[in-house]
């Protein structure tokens, strides 16, 4: 019923992790929890390793971080959705939703960089 599957930030894709062990958001992420596979949802579940995602950060010319193999809090994905959500509605000119998840944001948000 529980997977140990989480969310992971990787820009320009949402992926999901299958770590070995339990995991809880903001519980530092320690080697006894090794993600053992990648998941991308958007890709029918297609399944892949650190690998590939080595090889999409240097084709994409972005610098490799730790974050982008780990887990991230859930605080993160919702910034990281609501951002989109934002950019979607100023691209179709709905300014005025932008500007209400805009102050969600900040109002969620107050202690972090959004």
Known sequence: NNLPVYGVDLPGHFLLAYTRDYWMPGWPFEESNKVLFYINPF??????TAREIEAYLEQSQLKKKETYFIPCTNEKLVVRYLKAVQQINTQLNKLDVADNIESLLKQLFLKQDV
Request: glycine share 16%.
């Open 43 to 48: 890709k029918n579940g297609a399944v892949f």
